[in-house]
């Protein structure tokens, strides 16, 4: 298959800062895309993938899920989209298409594992997947989503992530007026979640270990802030909510906010915390209550989030930096120094 090459950043090794390198991209396929790259958000994801965390990283490694640009080439099967249109491409570009899952049209649970966006199998060219901090990327356009015109664009990059991730739980879980929904942990995700949750005509209650974020969580959108470490608070607090949404990496305690659902209620985790989180058999059996998992969403439903978010003018709250800052961003965004995420323009790369 013919190739070219693309400006990029990524790295060589755990250990190494990105820099600027050349990758090659494949030329269209009859159902490609070929999209040139205006903006990228950051998450959390590219800096544990860049630095081996979650083992498994293929170098050279060149991060990014989070794709906002516009169509420059379509391939000569392509029937949705064409050149000059606004196009999306979030953590996803290809599945097994043929599983169960696949055919449900649930393709991030693909039995044979998603194609993901950067550090994938490319079956094209039989090699890693490259993510999108760089120039342009090529994806199949079955994997690529329409843009609302009316969006900040690179206030819409993080939606492709931190915005479906959020969403395709409160979906799933029948979220709408009457829910009484909580939100754990207010960063990249967590602020996602009240912004949808509240459009989602839901009463959102933040909970948050930081009395500095109340104020934060109110200008969300949130009806009410617990703060996690009041014992009386958490106690009034008691078996209040429908639904939470734990959106907390780090090591917590689970049982303190199972302990605030109803019954049947349901808390379901996004956050990836490093070690097994202990949950005790009374915090779940005498209310009946659920610990779930979810991960990001189907193109459905990522298509489904953009268009919601077009209707109701929802967007990222970001701090934009320049490709040559990421760096800095990295060690940034290890203090949670970010409100909350950022967004690459990709123009300074291709200055």
Not at 161 to 181: D, E, F, N, Q, Y
């Amino acid at each position: 298959m013919n190739t070219y090459s693309v400006k990029a950043f990524g790295t060589d090794a755990p250990q190494a800062d990105l820099k600027q390198m050349y990758i090659d991209r494949r030329g269209i396929t009859a159902k490609d895309v070929e999209i040139d790259i205006l903006y990228c958000g950051v998450c959390h994801s590219d800096l544990h993938t860049a630095r081996n965390e979650w083992r498994g990283t293929v170098y050279p490694n060149v991060p990014g899920h989070e794709i906002v640009g516009r169509i420059t080439r379509v391939g000569s099967d392509v029937t949705r989209f064409k050149a000059g249109d606004l196009a999306a491409v979030g953590c996803m570009v290809d599945s097994c298409r043929e599983c169960e899952q696949c055919r449900q049209g649930s393709e991030q649970y693909c039995e044979k594992g998603n194609i993901q966006t950067y550090n994938g199998h490319d079956k094209h060219l039989n090699r890693q997947t490259f993510g999108g901090y760089s120039e342009r990327v090529v994806v199949d356009q079955d994997f690529v989503l329409r843009v609302p015109e009316n969006l900040d664009l690179a206030a819409t990059a993080p939606l492709l992530c931190a915005g479906v991730t959020t969403w395709s739980p409160l979906r799933h879980w029948k979220i709408g007026p009457g829910s009484k929904v909580g939100v754990v942990g207010i960063g990249g995700l967590g602020h996602m979640g009240v912004k949808l949750a509240k459009a989602m005509g839901a009463y959102v209650v933040v909970i948050t270990t930081s009395p500095s974020k109340t104020e934060d969580a109110r200008r969300l959108g949130a009806d009410d802030v617990i703060l996690s470490t009041d014992k009386a608070q958490m106690k009034a607090a008691s078996a209040s909510l429908h639904f939470i949404l734990d959106c907390v990496s780090a090591q917590h305690d689970v049982n303190a906010y199972l302990r605030l659902l109803k019954v049947d209620g349901t808390l379901a985790l996004v956050g990836a915390p490093e070690h097994p989180l202990p949950i005790a058999a009374f915090s779940l059996i005498p209310a009946r209550k659920n610990f779930a998992g979810s991960t990001i969403g189907s193109i459905a439903e990522t298509q489904e989030m953009l268009d919601f978010c077009g209707e109701h003018n929802i967007t990222a709250d970001i701090e934009l930096i320049k490709m040559q800052d990421i760096n800095e961003a990295y060690e940034r965004l290890l203090k949670g120094d970010v409100k909350y995420r950022f967004v690459i323009d990709m123009g300074s790369l291709k200055q």
